[in-house]
């Protein structure tokens, strides 16, 4: 499978927010991530389902949302009405996990747990079967344009070699620090989908920095 590229839209102009969606239609991206943040689970407030359904209403990709939040099974049901189709939730955040993965399922939606940078990932070896994805944070969550955690490349390495075992078609995603410089060893790593903020937004040619990284060609899943 070619690695995926998700634009995240918390690093997107706001006063120009439908200018920055269509440029990720027009791109080569692949998803829009969407993070939403309560101030609670991690210290910021990003948005919520308003800015969500107005994203959907000019997205024609689909809408990887992220919900860094506490006690999300409260509002999955809404995210997948408001056009999630991949829901991450935090593995931090959920006392009832499987349960919280067959809410996401039951709504019509992907399911994904996220890992902060201080959780093992062999937590989820019994419940990997279940999931279509894992996001990996290679920084602490909550903020945009934070330096990228080294020991994430041995995450990756790690969670990869149990996916191969369990369920080789998981989805290995990172979050934090991802840029042009290390999307190659993210990949040989083992992780396939990529969240990049500031690297695309800030860049003088956002497309055609989706593009350089969509080109990284190195073949993944090898561990």
């Known amino acids: ?3 995926i590229i998700a634009p995240s839209i918390l690093s997107a102009d706001f006063a120009n927010l439908q200018r920055d969606i269509e440029m990720i239609n027009n791109s080569e991206a692949d998803w829009f991530h969407v993070d939403v943040m309560d101030g609670v ?3 910021n407030i990003s948005f919520g389902f308003p800015v969500l359904k107005s994203v959907k209403q000019y997205a024609k990709k689909p809408l990887d949302v992220h919900l860094m939040i506490v006690n999300p099974e409260k509002y999955i049901q809404e995210f997948a009405k408001g056009g999630a189709d ?4 935090h593995y931090e955040a959920c006392t009832h996990l499987h349960r919280v993965i067959q809410m996401i399922k039951d709504a019509g939606c992907k399911a994904s747990v996220a890992l902060n940078p201080h959780t093992p990932v062999n937590l989820l070896k019994d419940i990997l079967h279940d999931l279509d994805m894992v996001l990996i944070m290679s920084v602490n969550p909550g903020f945009g344009g934070q330096q990228f955690i080294h020991q994430s490349l ?3 390495t790690a969670l990869r070699r149990m996916a191969n075992e369990i369920h080789p078609q998981l989805i290995i995603e990172v979050d934090g620090g991802v840029s042009i410089s290390n999307i190659d060893s993210l990949i040989k790593a083992g992780a396939n989908a990529f969240v990049a903020g500031n690297a695309i937004f ?3 040619n956002p497309a055609h920095m989706i593009s350089d990284m969509k080109k990284i060609d190195i073949t993944a899943n090898q561990i």
């Open 41 to 43: 689970f991690v210290p």
């Open 1 to 3: 499978m070619k690695h």
């Open 202 to 204: 800030a860049a003088e």
């Open 86 to 89: 991949i829901i991450t939730v």
């Open 154 to 156: 041995n995450k990756i």
